[in-house]
């Protein structure tokens, strides 16, 4: 049964949270936490980006953990501006690391505000080994605090996204690429919108490989 989708109730900072988590089968699996996009603008867990962030993460042998910041769903709490959202991302990471407790990779996964999230927990967290940041918007939010940014990732976004130009995404792309110790890959969808419709299995692939040929690189 340990292989079997779960809902999980775990606590976060503001009242009782609710997420889904699938364990990984090998011996120490590798965790993967994904969050949503903006709570106030229809954003949930089962977002279909994010649920085919999930889904990539559980095939390639990942403890997946993917929940509903405060307010959404029967996330109890209300939204708060971001650092609320934070805080429960923090309290999920700390809940699946307690069910992997000797995993030596942990990896965070946003897309859209859930990506500005995403980028955020890596600055808390020093044991985050890599990210996949899909969609960020520093048109909308300041990226700013990635100084320097902390760890190796993948930025994905799309070539006709209409919320976030695709200049100011390359922008922070570069700027990235440009600090030492990390690598960032970026990489853009053509014929991509915001939510990436009827693109989503080209997402899917640079996100699988990216992942894939990480995970190989630490075992070589």
């Given amino acids: 049964m340990s292989n079997q989708v779960k809902e999980i109730l775990f606590t976060g900072p503001d009242g009782r949270l609710v997420g889904k988590y699938k364990k990984g089968q090998s011996l120490n699996p590798p965790v993967a936490l994904l969050l949503h996009p903006h709570p106030l603008y229809g954003g949930t867990m089962s977002n279909p980006i994010v649920t085919e962030l999930y889904n990539i993460f559980d095939a390639l042998g990942f403890s997946t953990f993917r929940f509903n910041f405060r307010g959404v769903g029967k996330s109890e709490g209300k939204f708060d501006n971001g650092l609320g959202e934070l805080a429960d991302a923090a309290a999920a990471l700390d809940w699946v690391q307690r069910q992997n407790p000797n995993t030596n990779?942990?990896?965070?996964?946003?897309?859209?505000?859930?990506?500005?999230?995403?980028?955020?927990?890596?600055?808390?967290?020093?044991?985050?080994?890599?990210?996949?940041?899909?969609?960020?918007?520093?048109?909308?939010?300041?990226?700013?605090?990635?100084?320097?940014?902390?760890?190796?990732?993948?930025?994905?976004?799309?070539?006709?996204?209409?919320?976030?130009?695709?200049?100011?995404?390359?922008?922070?792309?570069?700027k990235l690429q440009a600090q030492k110790n990390i690598t960032v890959q970026y990489e853009e969808i053509s014929g991509a919108n915001h939510f990436y419709d009827n693109e989503i299995p080209k997402l899917r692939k640079v996100i699988e490989n990216y992942i894939e040929i990480e995970l190989n690189s630490r075992f070589r």
């Fill in 105 to 174: 990779q942990c990896w965070v996964s946003g897309f859209s505000f859930g990506a500005v999230i995403c980028m955020q927990l890596l600055m808390r967290r020093p044991e985050i080994t890599r990210f996949v940041s899909v969609s960020p918007q520093p048109n909308l939010y300041d990226f700013n605090f990635l100084a320097p940014c902390p760890a190796s990732g993948l930025i994905v976004h799309g070539k006709k996204d209409e919320m976030a130009p695709l200049e100011d995404v390359q922008r922070l792309a570069q």
